[in-house]
T-cell receptor, first 112, second 114 residues
């Protein structure tokens, strides 16, 4: 079952601009993770934010989490052409089996 | 180099045939996973294993089988009972399988039906 829903499904911006992607989920979570996937490749872990955290930074990435709204956002600042990829949120749920549930992803295109 | 190796990169299945996708890791991780990805979609969990000789069904296990005889290996068999097998298959691992952990992914196998 899909838990996270990313918004928008696709995003196209100019190099140097900031890119913001959103993720909403339905059930209570232990943590939320963001992954990146280049076309035809595996996923790479970007950042993990725990349910008791509100904001986290890693390089040009900034993730926020609002558990009252059951939503998260991923901000990529000063985008580069190499940031072109699909970005997925994944939630670690409190109930149920110990596994992550992935959303359907946002396809980000950075135009040079 | 530590990591997860999936093979083959491309695989073709004939009608009624079983095929096996290989996944090997040298990260010394206890937990391993198989996901299916359809075009433009997210990942759906097929099977996962948190320890050798034990595995659990995920959300879409029908038509698939796995084994976990060694810590390093978690092969996935797509059986003839899987009527729509064309997809991108991703193997992943994590240290212990806890829900707080990040996953490490292989580079995937694209399975197509002839």
């Amino acid at each position: 079952s899909q838990q996270g829903e990313e918004d928008p499904q696709a995003l196209s911006i100019q190099e140097g601009e900031n890119a913001t992607m959103n993720c909403s989920y339905k059930t209570s979570i232990n943590n939320l993770q963001w992954y990146r996937q280049n076309s035809g490749r595996g996923l790479v872990h970007l950042i993990l934010i725990r349910s008791n955290e509100r904001e986290k930074h890693s390089g040009r990435l900034r993730v926020t989490l609002d558990t009252s709204k059951k939503s998260s956002s991923l901000l990529i600042t000063a985008s580069r052409a190499a940031d072109t990829a699909s970005y997925f949120c994944a939630t670690g749920q409190i109930q149920g089996a110990q596994k992550l549930v992935f959303g359907q992803g946002t396809r980000l295109t950075i135009n040079p | 180099d530590g990591g997860i190796t999936q093979s083959p990169k491309y695989l073709f299945r004939k009608e009624g045939q079983n095929v096996t996708l290989s996944c090997e890791q040298n990260l010394n991780h206890d937990a391993m996973y198989w996901y299916r990805q359809d075009p433009g979609q997210g990942l759906r969990l097929i099977y996962y294993s948190q320890i050798v000789n034990d595995f659990q069904k995920g959300d879409i296990a029908e038509g698939y089988s796995v084994s976990r005889e060694k810590k390093e290996s978690f092969p996935l068999t797509v059986t003839s009972a899987q009527k729509n097998p064309t997809a991108f298959y991703l193997c992943a691992s994590s240290m212990t399988g806890g829900r707080r952990e990040k996953l490490f992914f292989g580079s995937g196998t694209q399975l197509s039906v002839l």
